[in-house]
């Protein structure tokens, strides 16, 4: 089984809906990460948690939330889902004591109509 | 500024050739950690290579290897031997050791085919 997990892989969805893409580890790492990749942006990172009350925004999480339900789920919302927030997303999860190096989820393909 | 610069979009090698991905980086800190990330055509990010910036040999994992230059600010990655698989998606990353952040920086990423 997949180390990080993410839900669902792929999603359609229409302007001004709310949506949630949820990530799962069993690495047992306290860090986890949201990233989005772009064509010809690379990944950039929305939001990071370094444990269960940490919650740090990153360089573009306007339009954003995310949950830290626990050790191991990290979910990111779109309150109200616009076109230019079509992308790949991906989870990551990293442990300081070793490199701090994300292990990344498969990513899940959003589109937005 | 951008942190990481890759200047390559995209590169062709020959298969059983060896190659160069250039990378280059901006920080002023004196701890920070270069990555190499690879990205099929499936989509997912696959770890490839670590240097620290303290570290003092160039990192090797197999048939790669990175090329640090820390006065440079460089850190190329070298496939040798490429193989059809090498063909991908590479990015390059950094992780700064800021005050209150820890996170990584890509590049834009370098596209490999590798040419039987």
């Known amino acids: 089984d997949a180390d990080v997990t993410q839900t669902p892989r792929n999603r359609i969805t229409k302007t001004g809906k709310r949506i949630m893409l949820e990530c799962s580890q069993t690495?047992?790492?306290?860090?986890m990460y949201w990233y989005r990749q772009d064509p010809g942006l690379g990944l950039r990172l929305i939001y990071y948690?370094?444990?269960?009350?940490?919650?740090n925004k990153g360089e573009i999480s306007d339009g954003y939330s995310v949950s830290r339900q626990a050790q191991a789920k990290f979910s990111l919302s779109l309150e109200s889902a616009i076109p230019n927030q079509t992308a790949l997303y991906f989870c990551?999860?990293?442990?300081?004591?070793?490199?701090?190096?994300?292990?990344f989820g498969p990513g899940t393909r959003l589109t937005v109509t | 500024a951008q942190k990481i610069t890759q200047t390559q979009p995209g590169m062709f090698v020959q298969e059983k050739e060896a190659v160069t991905l250039d990378c280059t980086y901006d920080?002023?800190?004196?701890?920070?950690?270069l990555f190499w990330y690879k990205q099929p055509s499936s989509g997912e990010m696959i770890f490839l290579i670590y240097?620290?910036?303290?570290?003092?040999q160039n990192a090797t994992e197999g048939r790669y290897s990175l090329n640090f230059q820390k006065a440079r600010k460089s850190a190329n990655l070298v496939i040798s031997a490429s193989q059809l698989g090498d063909s991908a998606m590479y990015f390059c990353?950094?992780?700064?050791?800021?005050?209150?952040?820890?996170?990584?920086?890509f590049g834009t990423g370098t596209r490999l085919t590798v040419i039987p």
């Open positions: 990551a999860t990293s442990d300081p004591r070793d490199r701090d190096e994300q292990y």
């Open positions: 690495k047992g790492h306290d860090r």
């Open positions: 948690s370094f444990d269960v009350k940490d919650i």
């Open positions: 920080t002023s800190d004196q701890s920070y950690g």
């Open positions: 240097q620290g910036s303290y570290d003092e």
């Open positions: 990353a950094m992780r700064e050791r800021q005050t209150g952040a820890n996170n990584l920086f």
